[in-house]
């Protein structure tokens, strides 16, 4: 069963640092666009970049210059680099799978992540 774990969440000051992992098991991603959401309480759910399997990427514009995506294809993992949090960054994030190398689009993610919690003081 394919299944995607992250990790690296936690409470931070505005204007810290956190680097969320997600590792992939059972199948390897390095054939998928891979993405990452999150969800804030009483909103839905917004993209907050996407790599794809050539490693384009894009970035929604609140966290552009402030959060990189990564992937390691050996290792068969995705990365997000957050600097520079603000209070706004505060949700539960999500990694996900295209079922394409492309493009990641919220309606059509193969797969899901559990999500973590990332919490960002003022």
């Known amino acids: 069963q394919v299944q995607l774990v992250e990790s690296g969440g936690g409470l931070v000051q505005a204007g810290g640092s956190l680097r969320l992992s997600c590792a992939a098991s059972?199948?390897?991603?390095?054939?998928?666009?891979m993405g990452w959401f999150r969800q804030a309480p009483g909103k839905e759910r917004e993209v907050v970049g996407t790599i794809t399997g050539g490693g384009n990427t894009y970035y929604t514009n609140s966290v552009k210059g402030r959060f990189t995506i990564s992937r390691d294809n050996a290792e068969n993992t995705v990365s997000l680099q957050m600097n520079s949090l603000k209070p706004e960054d505060t949700a539960v994030y999500y990694c996900?799978?295209?079922?394409?190398?492309?493009?990641?689009?919220?309606?059509?993610?193969?797969?899901w992540g559990q999500g973590t919690q990332v919490t960002v003081s003022s």
């Open positions: 996900a799978a295209s079922p394409t190398p492309f493009t990641v689009i919220l309606t059509t993610v193969a797969i």
């Open positions: 059972g199948r390897t991603l390095s054939r998928h666009a």
